[in-house]
């Protein structure tokens, strides 16, 4: 059989026109194990969002969703204020209408809403990851401690990207499931990465926003066209990015990094029983160590020296 028969469409397949006609009415995306069906009717959101997404499979309408989510463009009720625009998914607002000019990073925002929360059939743990010969790095970490830029500059490495938002799993098992999206850089972060790579494919700088300025990241091509392949967790990393701070990897007693790896979970305590199972033998089947940086670059070569790490015990 001949391997275009059986590639999927994918977003960049579609002309221009045809790509707008779909996304003002509703067009479905395959995001790694989901599938969305999103309706855009702000044209400078449409035409990002085919940009960023244009490697993903295109799915038909007549698809089972796992979740239907509309950004729309309002008019303010006051004539001197700037146009909004609502996320809505399945017929629900779940907040309020937001700047117009905001309206890439609302839907990223959105969408990773739906995910958080809805998605119980899955272990939903609140990680970076990637993955290089194989081998999967978590990057559990709280909001501010530098796991989105440190996941970007590995995904511009030659490790693959999985997500720098979800580390995802089915309960009961330890096979990591690639999520690949956009990454959203925030602040400091976008000139660091602009800074870093000139393969770095990042969007408009969107200020004023309640996570001050963010600018996305496309994921890339190669991570979204393999995001069928799970891996193998190895290692997980805690990392923290500190001002000034000597570049240290320690590793950590696997009963911490059990604690700290529940903790960074959307959903570990409803899951439960299964839940405590799941993280114990993720723990169980990998490395863990803390990571304290300033350094990028730093931080990078210890990552990389991970493998090293692993050969006293038989690699």
Not at 173 to 189: G, M, Q, V, Y
Request: hydrophobic share 40%; charged share 25%.
């Amino acid at each position: 059989m001949n391997p275009a028969e059986t590639s999927p469409l994918r977003l960049l397949n579609l002309p221009r026109h045809e790509f707008l006609e779909r996304v003002h009415s509703g067009i479905g995306i395959e995001v790694g194990p989901l599938t969305a069906r999103l309706r855009i009717r702000c044209p400078d959101v449409a035409e990002r969002f085919r940009e960023f997404y244009r490697d993903h499979p295109v799915a038909p309408n007549n698809r089972i969703f796992s979740f239907h989510a509309w950004l729309d463009r309002r008019h303010s009720l006051v004539p001197w204020r700037s146009p909004l625009v609502r996320f809505t998914v399945d017929g629900r607002v779940p907040h309020e209408d937001m700047p117009a000019s905001h309206g890439l990073a609302v839907l990223e925002w959105g969408m990773n809403l739906v995910i958080a929360l809805r998605f119980h059939c899955f272990l939903m743990l609140h990680s970076a990851v990637v993955e290089k010969n194989g081998h999967a790095l978590l990057l559990p970490a709280a909001p501010g401690f530098g796991k989105t830029t440190l996941c970007a500059a590995l995904s511009l490495s030659g490790w693959r990207l999985f997500s720098d938002e979800f580390g995802i799993l089915r309960p009961g098992t330890t096979d990591l499931i690639p999520l690949p999206r956009p990454l959203a850089l925030k602040n400091e972060s976008i000139s660091v990465i602009r800074d870093f790579s000139s393969e770095a494919e990042l969007g408009p700088e969107i200020e004023g926003t309640r996570k001050g300025t963010v600018s996305h990241l496309k994921p890339p091509t190669e991570s979204v066209v393999r995001a069928a392949q799970t891996a193998s967790p190895r290692w997980i990393v805690y990392p923290r990015w500190q001002a000034g701070a000597d570049c240290r990897l320690q590793e950590i007693a696997p009963v911490e990094s059990f604690m700290l790896l529940a903790t960074n979970a959307f959903n570990y305590e409803v899951l439960g029983e299964t839940g405590f199972h799941t993280v114990r033998r993720l723990i169980e089947t990998t490395r863990s160590y803390r990571l304290v940086y300033s350094s990028l670059e730093e931080a990078l070569e210890a990552l990389e020296a991970l493998p090293e790490l692993d050969l006293p015990d038989g690699g």
